[in-house]
């Protein structure tokens, strides 16, 4: 848009895209504040004011007028399954945001209207019980009256899952069909299937139930992807580590994300892991794709990492809290195999891990390989999640060269926690700061899409204020962080788990041109605000990759969803929630300041003479 005060000239240092007239947070500390920014060539050229970028402003520049709005760097998801959400977003109704069950079924009859024979309805993560005013789940009887018809699977968490008679029979599911390890069929009085699967405590009987539901084929799952990144990029995200995750099979699985990659289609940078699948080849999986891959291969926007989140299965603890903790077997001898094979061969990994007991475990064998000098050896690793991590293993973890990543699991789970730990450990839930304090790197993250929602702006609020999507205070103030803090660790931090922290995370000449214009000043507004921020404008390599409101159109132009049934295409992703409002306390508040701000114009129109020298405001005694 033509701007006064910037006039195109011809110039050798020409930007292709400028920002100005902004409230710039650059996360440098050496120069945190800016008014402006110039981006050429997909790097920052120029960070500074207008006068900074006036030569930067060329026949073909893009300049865009912030309006005096907050820039912050383009956020970096620490732990999302994007490959895997990309491949089946469209085919999903979303309940992330949606604040009643009331609101939620009747989306679900809707689609189901118009769902084809043979597609199923489904409702895979996002939500929780807990955000819901009925503070509850649906019922078997609620989903076979809204679809009576058309298959229904409902996933909560990893916790259980809500099929209605037609996903029952479309599943295989009968009165012969035997629990399998770790999951339970809920049956009635005569024996059949009533339409509930629980994670008991593993989550596998979720996963292998969703499997059986029709996938995208051809170029609707590149569609499907790329429309799952411009949802993400609607939140000012940038760039993402891929935790890999249950059924995705490389190279298979990743084949989508690659074609875009070399078509120039992504507008997310991606750093991605390698996940063995199978129980028992977990070995023989990863001495092959040593063979087939390396670290860091790749460009900017697709990249590998390392390997995990499991390394193998037998490790691996799952996070159902309405479940006790489950007690693994022996699993050290496969497991040193699997890290001394990756270490050896310079490869990095991540190790999901709920609980201390997993943890305490996993760093006795990496103590054992430190002994034999494989660790620190300069492979980045770390631990996900570690809910219940203690200071001991925190210091270890130092000590091996470690690094941890911390997902907001707990804004969807945390009233579970509590009901079953208390309130004292859920106040530790993960210990943040403890981490913080011994300079651990700490990654934020979501784990999103089939536990938490993909929304960053919502584990933002939760690292910062401590409270679920239910409202519960969980974490109090000494166990919670800044906001500056909290957008370090969804910038900076995740660049540092990729090796990239000299390219990535601020806003500094020579880094890439990954920003976003807030619909909302993250540093000033409510705290409970801070959950419906949104991106107006969302700049990946100097590309424009999302804008709406006064910037809607300068985006790309992406191909229709497909197919056209998809929940995509009437309800789109995330369903955004009127701010909470103003509460009474927060009115007076405002009226007060708004009470001295008039006084303090009257007493500058009356140093002027133009007002009398005494104030016009009624009195009332009952104020006196």
């Given at each position: 848009m033509p701007v006064g005060g910037l006039l195109a000239h011809t110039t050798d240092n020409a930007a292709d895209l400028v920002v100005r007239n902004a409230k710039i947070h650059t996360g440098d500390p050496a120069h945190p504040q800016a008014g402006a920014i110039a981006i050429r060539d997909g790097v920052i050229a120029v960070v500074g004011d207008d006068n900074d970028v006036a030569s930067c402003v060329g026949p073909d520049t893009k300049v865009v007028d912030a309006l005096g709005r907050r820039v912050v760097p383009g956020l970096n998801d620490a732990h999302l399954h994007v490959i895997r959400g990309g491949l089946n977003y469209v085919l999903e109704l979303r309940w992330d945001g949606v604040p009643t069950l009331r609101q939620g079924l009747e989306m679900l009859r809707e689609q189901a209207a118009r769902t084809p024979k043979g597609q199923w309805v489904r409702v895979v993560g996002g939500w929780s019980a807990e955000q819901f005013a009925e503070r509850r789940l649906p019922t078997v009887a609620e989903l076979n009256a809204a679809a009576p018809d058309t298959?229904?699977?409902?996933?909560?968490?990893?916790?259980?899952?809500?099929?209605?008679?037609?996903?029952?029979?479309?599943?295989?599911?009968?009165?012969?069909?035997?629990?399998?390890?770790?999951?339970?069929?809920?049956?009635?009085?005569?024996?059949?299937?009533?339409?509930?699967?629980l994670a008991a405590p593993s989550a596998l009987i979720l996963y292998s139930t969703l499997a059986k539901a029709p996938v995208l084929e051809g170029e609707d799952k590149k569609t499907s992807t790329r429309h799952f990144l411009r949802e993400l990029n609607r939140f000012g995200l940038t760039s993402a580590i891929d935790a890999a995750g249950g059924f995705q099979n490389f190279?298979?699985?990743?084949?989508?994300?690659?074609?875009?990659?070399?078509?120039?289609?992504?507008?997310?940078?991606?750093?991605?892991?390698?996940?063995?699948?199978?129980?028992?080849?977990?070995?023989?999986?990863?001495?092959?794709?040593i063979g087939m891959v390396r670290p860091e291969d790749g460009d900017a926007w697709l990249r590998l990492n390392g390997a995990g989140e499991n390394l193998t299965w037998a490790a691996a603890d799952f996070e159902n809290f309405a479940q006790p903790r489950p007690e693994l077997g022996s699993y050290e001898a496969q497991?040193?195999?699997?890290?001394?094979?990756?270490?050896?061969?310079?490869?990095?990994?991540?190790?999901?891990?709920?609980?201390?007991?997993?943890?305490?475990?996993?760093?006795?064998?990496?103590?054992?390989?430190?002994?034999?000098?494989?660790?620190?050896?300069?492979?980045?690793?770390?631990?996900?999640?570690?809910?219940?991590?203690?200071?001991?293993?925190?210091?270890?973890?130092?000590?091996?060269?470690?690094?941890?990543?911390?997902?907001?699991?707990?804004?969807?789970?945390?009233?579970a926690f509590v009901r079953r730990y208390g309130p004292g450990a859920a106040a530790d839930a993960p210990p943040i700061r403890a981490m913080l304090d011994r300079g651990l790197t700490v990654g934020g993250g979501t784990d999103a899409t089939r536990v938490s929602t993909y929304n960053p702006w919502i584990a933002l609020h939760w690292l910062i204020t401590g409270r679920t999507v239910g409202d519960l205070?969980?974490?109090?103030?000494?166990?919670?962080?800044?906001?500056?803090?909290?957008?370090?660790?969804?910038?900076?931090?995740?660049?540092?788990?990729?090796?990239?922290?000299?390219?990535?995370?601020?806003?500094?000449?020579?880094?890439?041109?990954?920003?976003?214009?807030?619909?909302?000043?993250?540093?000033?507004?409510?705290?409970?605000?801070?959950?419906?921020?949104?991106?107006?404008?969302?700049?990946?390599?100097?590309?424009?990759?999302?804008?709406?409101?006064?910037?809607?159109?300068?985006?790309?132009?992406?191909?229709?969803?497909?197919?056209?049934?998809?929940?995509?295409?009437?309800?789109?992703?995330?369903?955004?929630?009127?701010?909470?409002?103003?509460?009474?306390?927060?009115?007076?508040?405002?009226?007060?300041?708004?009470?001295?701000?008039?006084?303090?114009?009257?007493?500058w129109r009356a140093r002027r003479g133009l007002a009398p020298e005494t104030s016009g405001m009624f009195s009332d005694p009952c104020f006196l």
């Amino acid at each position: 848009m033509p701007v006064g005060g910037l006039l195109a000239h011809t110039t050798d240092n020409a930007a292709d895209l400028v920002v100005r007239n902004a409230k710039i947070h650059t996360g440098d500390p050496a120069h945190p504040q800016a008014g402006a920014i110039a981006i050429r060539d997909g790097v920052i050229a120029v960070v500074g004011d207008d006068n900074d970028v006036a030569s930067c402003v060329g026949p073909d520049t893009k300049v865009v007028d912030a309006l005096g709005r907050r820039v912050v760097p383009g956020l970096n998801d620490a732990h999302l399954h994007v490959i895997r959400g990309g491949l089946n977003y469209v085919l999903e109704l979303r309940w992330d945001g949606v604040p009643t069950l009331r609101q939620g079924l009747e989306m679900l009859r809707e689609q189901a209207a118009r769902t084809p024979k043979g597609q199923w309805v489904r409702v895979v993560g996002g939500w929780s019980a807990e955000q819901f005013a009925e503070r509850r789940l649906p019922t078997v009887a609620e989903l076979n009256a809204a679809a009576p018809d058309t298959p229904v699977f409902v996933l909560h968490l990893y916790q259980a899952a809500v099929l209605n008679r037609a996903a029952l029979k479309a599943a295989g599911f009968t009165r012969t069909t035997p629990d399998p390890k770790g999951g339970q069929i809920v049956r009635g009085r005569d024996g059949e299937p009533t339409g509930m699967l629980l994670a008991a405590p593993s989550a596998l009987i979720l996963y292998s139930t969703l499997a059986k539901a029709p996938v995208l084929e051809g170029e609707d799952k590149k569609t499907s992807t790329r429309h799952f990144l411009r949802e993400l990029n609607r939140f000012g995200l940038t760039s993402a580590i891929d935790a890999a995750g249950g059924f995705q099979n490389f190279p298979d699985n990743y084949g989508t994300v690659m074609e875009l990659a070399k078509a120039g289609q992504l507008s997310l940078r991606i750093a991605y892991h390698l996940f063995p699948q199978t129980a028992g080849q977990e070995i023989d999986d990863l001495a092959r794709w040593i063979g087939m891959v390396r670290p860091e291969d790749g460009d900017a926007w697709l990249r590998l990492n390392g390997a995990g989140e499991n390394l193998t299965w037998a490790a691996a603890d799952f996070e159902n809290f309405a479940q006790p903790r489950p007690e693994l077997g022996s699993y050290e001898a496969q497991f040193e195999k699997a890290v001394r094979l990756l270490m050896e061969n310079g490869w990095g990994f991540r190790l999901h891990a709920t609980y201390d007991e997993t943890i305490r475990r996993d760093l006795a064998v990496f103590e054992k390989l430190a002994a034999e000098g494989l660790f620190p050896a300069g492979n980045r690793w770390l631990f996900d999640h570690a809910e219940t991590v203690s200071a001991d293993s925190l210091d270890r973890i130092a000590a091996l060269g470690g690094a941890l990543s911390v997902q907001n699991r707990l804004s969807f789970q945390g009233e579970a926690f509590v009901r079953r730990y208390g309130p004292g450990a859920a106040a530790d839930a993960p210990p943040i700061r403890a981490m913080l304090d011994r300079g651990l790197t700490v990654g934020g993250g979501t784990d999103a899409t089939r536990v938490s929602t993909y929304n960053p702006w919502i584990a933002l609020h939760w690292l910062i204020t401590g409270r679920t999507v239910g409202d519960l205070a969980v974490r109090p103030p000494h166990n919670r962080v800044d906001r500056q803090t909290a957008l370090a660790m969804f910038t900076r931090a995740g660049a540092t788990l990729t090796g990239e922290e000299d390219v990535k995370g601020v806003l500094r000449p020579g880094f890439f041109g990954d920003l976003a214009i807030l619909s909302e000043d993250y540093f000033t507004v409510p705290e409970p605000d801070i959950a419906h921020i949104e991106s107006l404008l969302t700049v990946v390599g100097g590309r424009i990759v999302y804008a709406t409101g006064e910037y809607e159109g300068l985006d790309e132009e992406l191909p229709p969803v497909s197919p056209a049934w998809s929940p995509v295409a009437h309800f789109g992703g995330y369903q955004a929630t009127p701010r909470a409002g103003l509460t009474g306390a927060r009115q007076a508040e405002l009226l007060g300041q708004a009470v001295a701000e008039s006084e303090q114009h009257r007493l500058w129109r009356a140093r002027r003479g133009l007002a009398p020298e005494t104030s016009g405001m009624f009195s009332d005694p009952c104020f006196l």
